[in-house]
């Protein structure tokens, strides 16, 4: 089963970042370019690429989303040389958010916005961790905070509930809660937890302190499913802004964003320019997706 994927939203450099970032880590690559055209922002690169074994997808769709660090991804280091060298390369033109150096949590951490506003947190973990290399991180802020662990559990009855699916691998942790004294974030919230769905690693954090910036379209989270079914599931139980409900794209409760998507959309996209417009075009009349719908489009068969 494909696993659920970070979807990241650019301007114009999909394709230049997708490369930068696959050049920072071993076993990275970019695996298939999709130009799309007819779009409301023009023609589009959208842009599929691992990084450490974890799927990653980018599109160059203008500028209406902006990245910001409530959504930040967690990249885990075996040692304070690997994280140096990481920070080095993500640092030039970046906006440090907190300095490289020794912190209560790991012995070499920092976090900064690279030079595309993406935000990283580079740390050192004990070798005896498991996990994912690289982890997204949720930071639940201003009318959201000190909803994390609420988040957590919300998600993981949606995964529980999931038709055709196993729960083996979703799971959570709470790690570390704020004490009394630690204000503004109110004692009991969460300082940090992790928690798994269908196998995507991810953690979550509140923060009580003043932010300007919130979660945003900027970066989404791509459940694949398999059947008309699992999109139903997914669409009825995640969807709470009917203004946000667009090409497969929802937000829920919180405000994250997600894609509710058929699991062959890559393969629906492929082929001859005239087939992926025509898959485009279907797509783009939809808010949620419509797998039959999709598929006569793709073959050249009539959609209404």
Request: with cysteine; hydrophobic share 40%.
């Amino acid at each position: 089963m494909q696993k659920i994927t970070p979807h990241l939203w650019f301007d114009r450099q999909a394709r230049e970042a997708a490369e930068f970032y696959v050049s920072l880590l071993p076993g990275s690559r970019v695996t298939k370019v999709t130009s799309l055209s007819g779009t409301p922002s023009g023609d589009c690169d959208l842009v599929s690429f691992e990084l450490a074994g974890t799927p990653f997808m980018a599109i160059s769709a203008g500028p209406l989303f902006k990245f910001n660090p409530s959504v930040s991804f967690q990249i885990k280091c075996s040692n304070p040389k690997e994280v140096d060298a990481i920070w080095e390369q993500l640092s030039a033109g970046a906006k440090v958010l907190l300095p490289i150096g020794s912190y209560p949590f790991s012995a070499r951490y920092g976090w900064l916005e690279d030079r595309y506003g993406l935000s990283w947190q580079v740390t050192h973990v004990d070798a005896s961790s498991s996990g994912q290399k690289i982890t997204p991180v949720l930071m639940f802020v201003g009318d959201v905070c000190g909803k994390a662990e609420e988040a957590v559990n919300f998600y993981l009855s949606v995964c529980a509930g999931a038709p055709d699916r196993t729960i083996a691998d979703t799971k959570a942790d709470v790690l570390a809660r704020y004490g009394r004294g630690e204000e503004p974030n109110q004692e009991g919230t969460v300082r940090y937890a992790q928690f798994s769905l269908f196998g995507q690693e991810f953690g979550t954090m509140d923060s009580a302190r003043e932010h300007k910036f919130r979660f945003s379209e900027a970066i989404s989270f791509i459940i694949p499913c398999d059947t008309q079914d699992e999109i139903d599931y997914f669409w009825d139980k995640l969807s709470a802004d009917p203004k946000a409900e667009q090409c497969g794209w929802l937000k829920d409760k919180y405000g994250l964003s997600w894609q509710i998507a058929p699991a062959i959309m890559r393969e629906l996209l492929s082929g001859n320019d005239k087939k992926r417009e025509r898959v485009t075009q279907a797509f783009l009349k939809m808010k949620k997706f419509d797998i039959a719908t999709l598929k006569r489009a793709a073959a050249g068969q009539a959609t209404v």
